[in-house]
């Protein structure tokens, strides 16, 4: 049915940069909304960012100014860029797609990712 895949985790130092990416792929319609998700051991998850397919995005107030969140429709692709990462920034980061499949096209249902891990420490 459809598989949501991620890459571009790894560890980096304070002040650095990364660039996350995750793929959907398989019976999908339409993809109304994808977005970025963390979650540090012994916490809950939590929104980084969020874009809808009417190109609104949303950004924890944590993240913002830092990270970028970008969609490539084309290749059912979002990105997160990571700037100025902190060590607070450290967790598993999970991609989240809202996605409409072939097979009913009304009704959207939420896939998860894997997750990457993205450790910051010196």
């Known amino acids: 049915q459809v598989q949501v895949e991620e890459s571009g985790g790894g560890l980096v130092q304070p002040g650095g940069s990364l660039r996350l990416s995750c793929a959907a792929s398989?019976?999908?319609?339409?993809?109304?909304?994808m977005g970025w998700y963390r979650q540090a051991p012994g916490k809950q998850r939590e929104l980084v960012a969020t874009t809808t397919s009417d190109g609104k995005t949303n950004y924890a107030d944590s993240v913002k100014g830092r990270f970028t969140i970008s969609r490539d429709n084309a290749k059912n692709t979002v990105y997160l860029e990571m700037n100025s990462l902190k060590p607070e920034d450290t967790a598993v980061y999970y991609c989240k797609a809202k996605i409409k499949i072939t097979t009913n096209r009304y009704i959207a249902y939420q896939y998860w990712g894997q997750g990457t891990q993205v450790t910051v420490s010196s």
């Open positions: 398989g019976n999908i319609f339409s993809i109304d909304a």
